[in-house]
């Protein structure tokens, strides 16, 4: 998590038909040489990207305007670079607001604030909650 909502600037990479959200691991495969690009300096760092999702997924080379104000940052856990394609694992940590572009080649780079969501406790979430205890409990 960002201490303190602190900004920080982190290479972004641009999603198709895929939502990465905080505390879910997920597999990925890249092609696109900014999404390798980006991918390969964070992990050379902190390991830290910001995942966002692109409005249209059939962009194929999207720009700033092509993809949501907000994201999830996410940290790279394992990555594997084989002919031109990036496989990794990638763990969601938080949602974040994109703050700001500061760098659009070789790859986007974005000023982003983590953003702290209020859980509320109310008659409906406690049911919502109630019930999908129940549901968990009949599978098993």
């Known amino acids: 998590m960002i ?3 602190k900004e920080i600037a982190v290479p972004l ?3 198709r038909d895929v939502v990465i959200f905080p505390f879910t691991e997920v597999p990925l495969t890249f092609s696109r040489l900014k999404s390798s690009a980006a991918l390969s300096s964070a992990f050379k760092s902190n390991k830290l990207v910001c995942f966002v999702c692109q409005k249209n997924s059939r962009v194929e ?24 394609t990036v496989h990794c694992l990638v763990k969601g940590i938080s949602r974040v607001k994109i703050l700001a572009v500061t760098q659009s080649e070789p790859y986007f780079v974005v000023s982003v604030e983590e953003t702290v969501e209020d859980m ?3 008659d409906e ?5 109630k019930h999908v205890t129940e549901q968990v409990q009949k599978v098993f």
């Open 61 to 84: 080379t999207p720009q700033q305007e092509d993809f949501y104000a907000y994201g999830t940052l996410g940290v790279i856990e394992h990555m594997v670079e084989n002919n031109g």
């Open 125 to 129: 979430s406690r049911a919502l909650a």
């Open 3 to 5: 201490q303190d909502k």
């Open 13 to 15: 990479v641009p999603l």
């Open 120 to 122: 509320v406790e109310n």
